[in-house]
């Protein structure tokens, strides 16, 4: 079975990935058709209006003054009542696209709640972390207890 093989170009790494997945026989046997997309700038949006004043001081306390497009296309489908699922390339601001809305309705309803589901504990640690670091670095409540897919509960 063939499969479509798509990489983002950039910083290197994914070059030196595509090279070598091109040379590999036994993999690029497997490859029906082979693209490199180009890197492209982010289409940036402003912070929506609606987004709580803490949420607001700990993204800036990281940096981040403005939200990607495909951000502010979640944010608005998820506040209209819509379920998303957000595709981009990787270190494209997924992560911040679903928690963006998800710790807004935690602060508007505190009793609210949010599952996280992720199809590897290493990805869950990850994304835990990123969550942390915005959590953690603003004025916003930390959740009280996290799983992990072993079901190893971590304190926050």
């Known amino acids: 079975?063939?499969?479509?093989?798509?990489?983002?170009?950039g910083e290197?790494?994914?070059?030196?990935?595509?090279?070598?997945?091109?040379?590999?026989?036994?993999?690029?046997e497997r490859?029906?058709?082979?693209?490199?997309?180009?890197?492209?700038?982010?289409?940036?949006a402003e912070i929506p209006p609606g987004v709580d004043d803490?949420?607001?001081?700990?993204?800036k306390a990281r940096g981040i003054g403005r939200i990607y497009s495909h951000q502010?296309?979640?944010?608005?489908?998820?506040?209209?009542?819509?379920?998303?699922v957000?595709?981009?390339?990787?270190?494209?601001?997924?992560?911040?696209?679903?928690?963006?809305?998800?710790l807004q309705t935690l602060l508007e309803y505190p009793d609210a709640r949010?599952?996280?589901l992720f199809p590897s504990k290493a990805l869950s640690q990850d994304q835990q972390s990123e969550l942390n670091e915005v959590v953690l670095g603003g004025e916003i409540p930390p959740?009280?207890?996290?799983?992990?897919?072993?079901c190893t509960i971590l304190r926050w």
Request: net charge positive.
């Open 143 to 150: 959740p009280p207890v996290s799983a992990t897919s072993c």
């Open 72 to 84: 502010l296309a979640t944010w608005n489908a998820v506040r209209d009542g819509r379920s998303v």
């Open 86 to 102: 957000p595709v981009s390339p990787t270190a494209s601001g997924k992560t911040l696209a679903y928690n963006l809305p998800v």
């Open 12 to 28: 290197g790494n994914a070059d030196r990935h595509h090279r070598g997945a091109r040379r590999d026989p036994e993999f690029s």
């Open 31 to 44: 490859v029906t058709h082979w693209e490199v997309v180009p890197a492209r700038q982010g289409v940036y």
């Open 114 to 116: 949010a599952l996280y």
């Open 54 to 59: 803490r949420v607001c001081t700990a993204l």
């Open 1 to 9: 079975m063939g499969c479509r093989a798509a990489i983002e170009t």
